[in-house]
């Protein structure tokens, strides 16, 4: 079994600053595309940034250049760096990763997500 658990959330005013932190545990072998999405209420859940484990990174155009991704591979935990927020950025935000875990024997790449973390700002 595989977990992903977020860390960080919670309110802060337009132009505050957060950091959510996600870490993985269990049958873990390898940790691939580590990702943060965000599901604002009554929208669809978004891609908001991706780090793959050789370092490359994806942003959505709505936070490139105020939000950083990053990893610390041999914690299998990475992070999102959120910086000049905005009322926009509030939803839901959840962890997701591509995992090389074990299940009934053989070994096999998974996806997982972690249960969210809250993130509220207001104007």
């Known amino acids: 079994q595989v977990q992903l658990v977020e860390s960080g959330g919670g309110s802060v005013q337009t132009g505050g600053s957060l950091k959510l932190s996600c870490a993985a545990s269990g049958s873990i072998f390898s940790i691939n595309r580590m990702a943060w999405y965000r599901q604002a209420p009554g929208n669809q859940r978004e891609l908001v940034a991706r780090i793959t484990r050789g370092g490359d990174t994806y942003y959505a155009d709505s936070v490139t250049g105020r939000f950083t991704i990053s990893a610390d591979t041999a914690k299998n935990t990475w992070y999102l760096q959120m910086n000049s927020l905005k009322p926009d950025d509030t939803g839901v935000y959840y962890c997701?990763?591509?995992?090389?875990?074990?299940?009934?024997?053989?070994?096999?790449?998974?996806?997982?997500w972690g249960q969210g973390t809250q993130v509220t700002v207001s104007s």
């Open positions: 997701k990763a591509l995992v090389n875990t074990e299940v009934d024997n053989m070994r096999i790449w998974m996806y997982y």
